[in-house]
């Protein structure tokens, strides 16, 4: 089986043999099964999103804190709450604002794509573009460390900012094209 990742060998091992239980869960929560099954799935693709899906210590309990967590999302964007379900929200809200994990591992997954795309630019332009957001310097700073005019340091920020945009933009397209490309091999597969 070529076609499956090890991101899909750990998910049938290690998340799906527990999706009778997540969708319980989502149920009590959301008390419609379908929209249970959407927030089930919706989970799901949040964990095929991440790139450090491996360092999931306990996946069914991170898997559940997702659903929770977008449990919550939803009942805070409708307009509309019944009652039965805002007792549940009540109950669910995090009494500390610090994120939680499914949060934290998003982010970091998406650090990561920020810094891949950073390595890839021009020294220079990297340079530029490092010292002025990540380290928050002035521009006048940026160029006196670096040497040059604070003319030229905004022009690197610009292509740097540009370059960046455009290099996530393509691991994205990529990374769907990957996910689209395996499905598409298993469907076909299982047809025959």
């Avoid at 379908?34 to 991440?50: G, N, P, S, T």
């Avoid at 659903?67 to 019944?82: D, G, K, Q, S």
Wanted: net charge negative; glycine share 2%.
């Amino acid at each position: 089986m070529a076609w499956l990742r090890d991101i899909d060998i750990w998910f049938a091992d290690h998340v799906f043999p527990c999706h009778r239980q997540t969708l319980r869960y989502a149920v009590s929560l959301v008390r419609q099964p379908d929209e249970a099954e959407e927030l089930v799935q919706e989970a799901y693709a949040r964990l095929f999103a991440l790139e450090d899906w491996a360092s999931i210590a306990n996946p069914h309990a991170f898997t559940i804190r997702v659903v929770r967590n977008l449990a919550i999302e939803r009942f805070r964007r409708a307009e509309v709450v019944r009652l039965d379900q805002g007792a549940i929200l009540h109950t669910l809200e995090i009494a500390d604002q610090e994120p939680t994990a499914d949060v934290v591992a998003m982010d970091r997954s998406e650090l990561n794509r920020v810094v891949k795309a950073m390595q890839e630019m021009p020294p220079r332009m990297r340079e530029a573009l490092y010292l002025r957001r990540i380290e928050g310097l002035p521009p006048a700073e940026v160029a006196e460390r670096m040497n040059i005019s604070v003319s030229t340091v905004e022009t690197h920020l610009v292509k740097a900012l540009r370059l960046l945009v455009q290099r996530l933009d393509q691991q994205e397209a990529r990374a769907r094209t990957e996910q689209e490309s395996a499905w598409e091999t298993k469907e076909r597969l299982e047809r025959g």
